[in-house]
């Protein structure tokens, strides 16, 4: 019993393969066109893509004619035999044509005779018949379509021109566009061209109230096909007009309008039609494989706007915005967002209180700091200055105005910092305050002498910092530069340093005076013992002699160092000073062979000093007398004196100046040094300087000099008065 079942069982599993083999439908698609074409590819996605929906199962079947590519591709009747011996096995179901040439070939072809349902899609015009779809991206839709959307973006047309070579497709396209264009009451031109630059010239001709339309394909004078897409690309770059297309082909290439023709959902679409028809044994009514296109491109060009959103309407070249999609979707997200955002400025009103007061203490802090840098800025007793881009001054303070005489901070903002009068041994300004080092190492600091407006000079420590915390810092970004005056503190340090110089100088000239003058007592008394022996060899005696003469020498030398140590040697009196300058300018006026012209600017006042006459009447010769022996080849003495009233004293000041060669930078520090002198004649002991600056010292008072090589000296000596004056 159980064999019997068993044997039952095994003969429906072994045929159960023959009974369901009626639900494979087979499905031929047949194209024209070669397999590789983008457009081919597209639709075999769009059928590939419904047969993956539809439920039953499909068997495809592909064939390409290429009869637009192959020139040498078999005609109809060798298809038609090629097809009959590969399917010779297979019953097909259904068969989609996809192009026109193959359209005509199964319309026509006896092997296709018995084969229903049939779906077409072509442009040609084949009569219908049962069982077969024709699918037709017809001129006339696409003509209607692209002229609405011409008018309503050009509402002030008032004429149009066609592209236009004739061919039988084209006088169906020509035939209708005329017929619209008279119901609309504008007059429309055709433009017949056999070239490219034909239809260039025409069309730069036409007025900017005027549009253009193009048939899908045109042909040069050999015969050759322009590509839609190269020619009114390239027209479209020179055309003054916006152009329209009534085709698919030229999407992307700067025209709007026309009919686009989507691969993916014309398979789609022809393949729903097929399968309609096998399962429910008609077709329907609701295929639609083209739609009305517009080129962002050429809307761009000529600002072109769409009066509304049409369904029909495919956006090309740019997504269509998606607030226009989502509009009701955004407001419901913009409104939840503003509810949101009040909700949670409710919850948080103390917190946000808080933080506004925190802000406001912030800001008052701000602020006050502020104030202040800006008053340290403005009353800052030294120059400050902010320096941008190019070395160009943003910003500077009163201090820097009055430092370098500008009369108002306007006066030198917006100029380079190479306005200032520093120098330093003949370098640029740029070069003295150390551009390159601030800008490598982000600070600098340098002591600068100044050339000023009025002719003296000043000291100036500038210290200069980039804004910019990069190492190196960016040359674009700000520097401050901070310049303090320090020609007081210069000279003060001066002073002190040669008061401090001076002060060593004359303990040790005075101890060396005060024992040398010891020796020199007892040489020469022992010298006088010896000549008033009356001794009887003369070369002894005069050997005596030259002893003495030596000691007297060294005597006044000893008497110089000891004036230079501000020892008074001699008794002190009261005397007119005055009186003293008068007969020492009548001494140096009679002065025999003298090689210099004597000028006098003396007060005719009387004032009186407390001193050793004898020792100031010497000081002062030794500073003329150096002053004539620097004019070589002759030249001018002034002497000039004044009274001067200055720190609660009244001083007696006398120049002495001369036209010789001036003494160099270097020489007036040591001038004054005792035993230092530049001239190599004999006797010059160099003590002649020393000796005058200590005599001028004892008395209270002080000696400078200023000299230029090359422009003479000026000696200054400044002594003080006696109160009341006599």
């Not at 068997?59 to 040498?72: G, H």
């Not at 989609?96 to 015009?125: C, G, H, K, N």
């Not at 006050?368 to 190019?390: D, P």
């Not at 270097?666 to 005599?695: C, H, N």
Request: hydrophobic content about 40%.
């Amino acid at each position: 019993m159980f064999r019997k079942y068993l044997f039952y069982l095994l003969f429906i599993i072994l045929s159960f393969p023959l009974t369901a083999r009626d639900d494979v439908k087979h499905i031929l698609i047949m194209n024209s066109y070669h397999r590789d074409l983008t457009w081919v590819k597209n639709l075999s996605e769009g059928i590939q893509e419904g047969r993956s929906l539809y439920e039953s199962k499909v068997e495809l079947y592909f064939e390409n004619m290429d009869f637009m590519r192959l020139k040498d591709s078999m005609d109809n009747e060798e298809w038609s035999a090629y097809l009959a011996n590969k399917y010779r096995n297979i019953e097909f179901d259904g068969v989609i044509a996809e192009s026109t040439q193959a359209a005509l070939f199964t319309y026509e072809d006896p092997f296709f005779r018995d084969i229903y349902p049939r779906v077409i899609y072509t442009t040609s015009y084949l009569e219908p018949q049962p069982g077969i779809e024709l699918l037709e991206a017809g001129y006339e839709v696409s003509i209607s379509q692209t002229l609405d959307m011409a008018l309503a973006q050009n509402p002030h047309t008032r004429q149009a021109v066609l592209l236009y070579q004739d061919s039988p497709n084209f006088q169906k396209v020509k035939k209708g566009l005329e017929s619209l264009m008279e119901e609309r009451g504008i007059p429309l031109t055709v433009l017949e061209f056999h070239n490219m630059e034909d239809i260039k010239e025409q069309l730069k001709k036409q007025k900017t109230d005027s549009i253009a339309f193009y048939t899908p394909f045109f042909w040069d004078e050999e015969g050759n096909t322009l590509i839609p897409r190269d020619a009114v690309g390239e027209l479209a770059e020179i055309s003054p007009i916006p152009i329209y297309s009534f085709w698919n082909s030229i999407i992307g290439t700067g025209c709007a309008g026309g009919i686009m023709i989507d691969g993916k959902t014309s398979g789609a679409e022809m393949f729903r039609a097929l399968t309609d028809y096998i399962d429910k044994g008609a077709f329907g009514d609701d295929y639609r494989t083209t739609s009305c296109f517009m080129d962002w491109q050429i809307m761009k060009k000529f600002r072109l706007r769409v009066s509304r959103r049409n369904n029909s309407i495919t956006f090309v070249n740019k997504p269509v915005p998606f607030y226009i999609t989502y509009i009701r979707e955004i407001l419901i997200l913009v409104a939840l967002i503003l509810l949101l955002f009040l909700l949670l400025a409710r919850l948080n009103i103390k917190k946000l209180n808080s933080f506004q007061r925190k802000l406001r203490l912030a800001f008052e802090k701000t602020e006050r700091a502020l104030m202040e840098t800006s008053a340290i800025f403005m009353h800052s007793n030294v120059g400050i200055v902010f320096m941008g881009k190019n070395h160009i001054l943003s910003r500077v303070n009163p201090k820097f105005c009055e430092l370098f005489g500008f009369s108002s901070p306007k006066d030198a903002v917006g100029k380079t910092i190479d306005i200032l009068p520093l120098v330093h041994d003949q370098q640029t300004v740029f070069e003295a305050i150390g551009i390159e080092t601030l800008l490598t190492e982000g600070l600098v600091s340098r002591e600068i002498t100044a050339a000023m407006l009025k002719g003296d000079k000043r000291c100036f420590k500038v210290t200069g910092k980039t804004i910019d915390k990069k190492i190196p810092p960016d040359p674009n970004k700000g520097i401050v530069w901070i310049i303090d005056d320090i020609t007081l503190q210069k000279e003060i340090e001066l002073q002190t340093r040669e008061e401090v110089k001076q002060k060593t100088i004359s303990q040790i000239a005075g101890g060396i005076a005060h024992d040398f003058n010891n020796k020199l007592t007892m040489i020469m008394g022992y010298a006088d013992l010896c000549l008033q022996e009356k001794p009887d060899d003369p070369h002894l005696i005069e050997a005596l002699d030259i002893i003495l003469k030596a000691s007297a020498d060294s005597a006044s030398l000893t008497e110089q160092l000891m004036a230079l140590t501000n020892h008074d040697l001699k008794k002190k009196t009261c005397f007119c000073l005055s009186e003293l300058i008068k007969n020492m300018y009548e001494e140096l006026a009679t002065e025999d062979e003298k090689k210099y012209t004597l000028q006098g600017e003396l007060s005719d006042e009387d004032y009186y000093i407390t001193g050793n006459r004898e020792q100031l009447h010497m000081a002062i010769m030794n500073i003329a007398r150096n002053g004539w022996e620097a004019m070589t080849e002759g030249g001018v003495l002034t002497m000039r004196s004044q009274r001067e009233d200055r720190d609660g004293q009244s001083w007696y000041v006398l120049e002495i100046s001369d036209t010789g060669k001036g003494i160099s930078r270097e020489l007036q520090e040591r001038i004054f040094d005792p035993f230092f002198s530049t001239k190599q004649e004999e006797g010059k002991k160099g003590m002649g300087l020393s000796s005058a600056r200590g005599i001028i010292h004892s008395l209270g008072g002080t000696v400078t000099v200023k000299s230029e090589e090359g422009k003479g000296s000026l000696f200054r000596i400044r002594l003080p008065l006696e109160t009341p004056l006599r």
